[in-house]
């Protein structure tokens, strides 16, 4: 079973990028990082979780909230085992826990961005935006 680990979180200010990170472990020769479909999630204080982006197994498909498009950036390096969320222009209403998420896909190429479509997911790393 695959294990991952988020890091990168923090407290910032309005305005401020931030950078998360999902490192994957527990990969096999059969079961690579590069057949697994990749997705963050975030969960505010008193709110349901709720998608934030997602990336295909081959990083050419990518979907977003609208509420993060164009501000935020989800990628993958398949070399590292590990996917990113680039957030730029933060602010306080993304405050929350993101974790991450990944399932295998086999062939297929496409994002999900359903919950119940991924399978194994982090601990979560808390993002505080606040002046």
């Known amino acids: 079973q695959v294990k991952l680990v988020e890091s990168g979180g923090g407290m910032v200010h309005p305005g401020d990028s931030q950078r998360l990170s999902c490192v994957v472990s527990g990969l096999t020769i059969s079961m690579p990082f590069d057949i697994y479909r990749m997705a963050w999630f975030r969960r505010a204080p008193g709110k349901e979780r709720e998608f934030v982006a997602a990336i295909s197994r081959s990083g050419r498909n990518t979907s977003y909230n609208p509420a993060v498009k164009g501000r935020f950036t989800i990628s993958r390096d398949d070399a590292e085992s590990t996917v990113y969320l680039q957030m730029n222009s933060l602010k306080p209403e993304d405050t929350a826990v993101y974790y991450c998420?990944?399932?295998?896909?086999?062939?297929?190429?496409?994002?999900?961005?359903?919950?119940?479509?991924?399978?194994?997911w982090g601990q979560g790393t808390q993002v505080t935006v606040s002046s």
């Open positions: 998420a990944t399932r295998s896909s086999g062939l297929a190429d496409h994002v999900a961005i359903r919950a119940r479509d991924y399978s194994d």
